[in-house]
């Protein structure tokens, strides 16, 4: 999930590159497709007897551009050893090419969010991976700076659950919902709608969802996750499974509230990871505009340090205030971008690699003093 959350930055400028006439991808793009891509979202969802690009293809396609990639990724020298240690893997792994691209939608970057859908043939999952903030030409930092709250439409399977206002909507970040759900300035379908066409065919043969994105990716990958998990749309299996990294405050209690109980109800998992230092996971502390309200983060939090790591969810008993003051802006600004980058991430991950890899989010849910006991009603 980092890996992709990490090259669906790289991939996107390698087509933005493209686009604009700054390479030439013609001796590393499949042909099938190279002449489409300039002026339509990539879609190979019919390459590789209808599996999609596998993504040793993928690989090779930002391998072959290395020289390209240099003078627009600022994080090459990490995405080189990412690829390293992706390409290990698959060479120790025979089942290695069934993980497949099957959608990537950049072709309206400035004013629509980026994202692709990923299939695990071998695991049966199909994964959307947002990309988070970029530089100024595109809609992200506005997006991100739209910190007033707006009213996302409480999902049907909760609707009978909760009480008052939360039976109608629960308040979230605007810039966020509707970057997803209700962009004015879209060309077409909302991008909601196009991953719902874009996921549909894949997890009526039986995948599982799974969403993950780093900073700006990750907000979009929580409201994704918990509009999925809320659906009544019979074809849309459960749990759906969130796998964020730094991600920013989402919603308020309202939005916790209702996103606990689908938790409760067995219907979403969501792993929210960061690094304590990061300033990011922080903002917006509380919303803009007239009606002021506190930001609330959701899910079970890996926070993670140099030598170790804390798990925690709203519901652990006694971590309430604890917590609150963790995701205070009383952060070291002046590192963001060391503690920001996923880089940093995986490098403390890694340093964790024995503990973290006997873990799973079943069990962590399942584990009372984390998650709390199941409550018999939630209101807002």
Known sequence: MLWASKLV?????????????GLDLADT???????????????????????????????KIVVANAENLKKIEPEFEYVAKMIEKIQAVENADESSDELFLETFSSIDA?????????KDTKNKRVTVV?????????????????AQLEGIK?????????????????LVHRGFYEYIFDNKRAKGDQRYDMILNDIKPFVEEGYKIYVTGHSLGAALASLLAFKLAG?????????????????????????????T???????????????????????????LGWKKRLYKHVGINLRLYDDSFILSHPNSNGWGFVNAVRN???????????????????????AQKERLQHMNLDDLYANEELFGKPKTSLCG
């Open 29 to 59: 793009f499949p042909p099938e497709v190279l002449a489409a891509y300039k002026d339509e979202r990539l879609d190979v969802r019919d390459l590789g007897e209808g599996n999609g690009l596998s993504f040793n293809a993928v690989l």
């Open 231 to 259: 659906s009544d749309k019979s074809w849309i299996p459960k749990p759906v499974t969130c796998i964020s990294y730094a991600s920013p405050f989402v919603g308020t209690d309202g939005f916790r509230t209702a996103f």
């Open 328 to 350: 205070s802006v009383l952060k070291p600004v002046w590192s963001v971008l060391t503690y920001h980058s996923l880089q940093t991430h995986e490098d403390r991950m890694d």
């Open 130 to 146: 947002f990309r988070g903030s970029t530089d100024f030409s595109t809609r992200d930092w506005q997006t991100n700076l739209s």
């Open 110 to 118: 400035a004013t629509q969010c980026v994202y692709g859908v990923l």
């Open 9 to 21: 930055y790289s991939f996107a400028k390698l087509l933005q590159e493209g686009r604009a006439g």
């Open 261 to 287: 109980l689908l938790e409760q109800m067995g219907h979403i998992r969501y792993l929210r990871v960061n690094n304590d230092a990061d300033t990011v996971p922080t903002i917006p502390p509380f919303s």
């Open 154 to 170: 409480t999902p049907k399977l909760l609707k009978d659950s909760l009480k008052g206002k939360l039976k109608k909507r629960v």
